[in-house]
């Protein structure tokens, strides 16, 4: 947001506003939620220091307790799940099957960690900005470190894709995810590094609607079949960053032809969408599905907008 009012108003003086908290949301991560891999490198992960319900979910957290193994750990995880905001998938679950496998807080996630990375490159160019030329060593040193870290941990050798990490198994998971865009998007992965994940991208997560959240059907709602716009918005970032302009159209006219059918059958966009089966609505989760949000709104907006310059 910070680098969009810049750009978009011309106005460096946002840097200057806001560059106090660029500080301080990244000493937020660095307590508790950083881990550190070998000398000098590092990553960080979703977590929380209660080990309670969530007292929005107070009694359906105490019954699903019961069924973990060790019931103060899992309330712990599901709190950093839902700080992922992927709340909740089977990118977080042991058991794909079973919530109270949930373990979020063992692993680093490829999103996040390209998110902390952004963060570090665009607070890197407000230091410069600010002739704090110190700041901007630091800011530039740590968006380094996440580069190397994500390109060493969240590259899984053997298919190449970009994964989260387990820290407790050492080796990537085995849950394929739309987040393997992020690292595309932002830049930090290109050619060889980034040619794994965009096939896979392309030839298995995009379905007839948009790219789908994972593979699994686990009745989590951040799994298949469920895609939701900020993803797409990703992924159509990766694709057109890597050249691949002819899918990132595909993808965009079919999440908008979508999201289009769905607000002619009922009046409403939607939080999320059933990218799979265009007939049905999206499900599962804790909640019935919500009547839409700014991020469909405005990713359909976009998306339209793209579609109408390339045409």
Same mark, same amino acid.
């Given at each position: 947001?910070?680098?969009?009012?810049?750009?978009?108003? +011309?106005?460096?003086?946002?840097?200057?506003?806001?560059?106090?908290?660029?500080?301080?949301?990244? !000493?937020?991560?660095?307590?508790?939620?950083?881990?550190?891999?070998?000398? *000098?490198?590092?990553?960080?992960?979703?977590?929380?220091?209660?080990?309670?319900?969530?007292?929005?979910?107070?009694?359906?957290?105490?019954?699903?307790?019961?069924?973990?193994? %060790?019931?103060?750990?899992?309330?712990?995880?599901?709190?950093?799940?839902?700080?992922? &905001?992927?709340?909740?998938?089977?990118?977080?679950? /042991?058991?794909? =099957?079973?919530?109270? $496998?949930?373990?979020?807080? !063992?692993?680093?996630?490829?999103?996040? @960690?390209?998110?902390?990375?952004?963060?570090?490159?665009?607070?890197? !160019?407000?230091? /410069?900005?600010?002739?704090?030329?110190?700041?901007?060593?630091?800011? #530039?040193?740590? #968006?380094?470190?996440?580069? #190397?870290?994500?390109?060493?941990?969240?590259?899984? !050798?053997? $298919?190449?894709?970009?994964?989260?990490?387990?820290?407790?198994? &050492?080796?990537?998971?085995?849950?394929?995810?739309?987040?393997? /865009?992020?690292?595309?998007?932002?830049?930090?992965?290109?050619?060889?590094?980034?040619?794994?994940?965009?096939?896979?991208?392309?030839?298995?997560?995009?379905?007839? +609607? +948009?790219?789908?959240?994972?593979?699994?059907?686990? *009745?989590?709602?951040?799994?298949?079949?469920?895609?939701?716009?900020?993803?797409?918005?990703?992924?159509?970032?990766?694709?057109?960053?890597? *050249?691949?302009?002819?899918?990132?159209?595909?993808?965009? $006219?079919?999440?908008?032809?979508? @999201?289009?059918?769905?607000?002619?059958?009922? &009046?409403?966009? =939607?939080?999320?969408? @059933?990218?799979?089966?265009?007939?049905?609505?999206?499900? &599962? *989760?804790?909640?019935?599905?919500? %009547? +839409?949000?700014?991020?469909?709104?405005?990713?359909?907006?976009?998306?339209? /907008?793209?579609?109408?310059?390339?045409?």
């Amino acid at each position: 947001m910070l680098e969009l009012a810049v750009d978009k108003l +011309g106005d460096s003086s946002w840097y200057a506003r806001y560059y106090p908290l660029l500080e301080r949301e990244w !000493a937020f991560w660095e307590q508790g939620r950083q881990v550190a891999l070998e000398e *000098g490198l590092y990553l960080f992960r979703y977590s929380d220091a209660l080990q309670t319900p969530r007292p929005e979910s107070y009694r359906e957290d105490v019954h699903l307790a019961k069924e973990a193994e %060790d019931p103060l750990a899992f309330y712990q995880h599901l709190r950093a799940a839902c700080e992922s &905001g992927w709340d909740f998938s089977s990118r977080w679950l /042991a058991d794909p =099957m079973k919530l109270s $496998s949930i373990r979020t807080a !063992a692993l680093l996630p490829v999103d996040l @960690n390209t998110l902390l990375y952004q963060h570090a490159r665009i607070a890197a !160019a407000a230091a /410069a900005v600010l002739g704090d030329g110190v700041g901007q060593e630091r800011w #530039q040193q740590r #968006q380094e470190i996440l580069r #190397q870290a994500l390109l060493r941990y969240c590259r899984d !050798a053997a $298919s190449g894709l970009f994964l989260d990490y387990d820290v407790e198994q &050492g080796r990537c998971t085995d849950v394929p995810s739309a987040a393997m /865009a992020f690292p595309i998007w932002a830049g930090l992965a290109e050619g060889s590094s980034a040619a794994a994940s965009l096939d896979f991208l392309e030839q298995v997560l995009l379905k007839p +609607g +948009g790219i789908v959240c994972t593979q699994v059907y686990s *009745g989590q709602q951040w799994d298949a079949p469920n895609g939701w716009a900020p993803l797409q918005w990703i992924a159509y970032q990766a694709f057109q960053r890597s *050249g691949r302009s002819s899918v990132a159209r595909l993808l965009a $006219s079919r999440w908008c032809a979508l @999201n289009e059918a769905v607000y002619q059958r009922t &009046g409403k966009m =939607m939080e999320k969408y @059933n990218v799979e089966d265009l007939s049905l609505e999206a499900g &599962g *989760g804790e909640y019935p599905v919500q %009547d +839409g949000f700014g991020w469909t709104n405005g990713v359909y907006l976009a998306l339209r /907008a793209a579609l109408r310059t390339d045409a």
